[in-house]
């Protein structure tokens, strides 16, 4: 093999490598998205705040939740797709994000799960 086409081919390798790095989030994380998500389909108060930090369990109210639920849970409860795009570091968080595509909604979402001591320190719907 000639030195381009090993250098190449070590090049090809570690780029590679790279950018799969945050192609799927660890399946703790994924477990935790996805019962968030369920817990706005059901409009479960206690199921959201399970593993939150206490900053962010004082920070949203059991009735600004009902209506967050209100407004979205008809876009989880007919089925939903999720794709991770990834994970970035933000002021001692691990921010993940992933792209949902309801079957009920003509609008995709982003969503950002904020990850801070193994505990969810911010969820936001965009």
Known sequence: MNRFAFTALILFSVFSSLLLADTKAKP????????QIGA?????YQQFLEHTDSNFRKAISAEQ???L????????KGGYQSE???????EGFKVHL????????ESDSLI???M??????GFWIE
Do not use: C, P
């Open 28 to 35: 703790s994380i994924e477990v935790l998205f996805h019962s």
């Open 40 to 44: 706005i389909a059901s409009n479960d």
């Open 65 to 67: 939740f009902e209506t």
């Open 69 to 76: 639920s209100r407004s979205l849970s008809s876009r989880f």
């Open 84 to 90: 991770y795009l990834g994970v970035l570091n933000q």
């Open 98 to 105: 992933w792209k949902v595509v309801s079957s009920s909604s």
């Open 112 to 114: 950002k799960m904020a």
């Open 116 to 121: 801070g001591q193994n505990q969810i320190a």
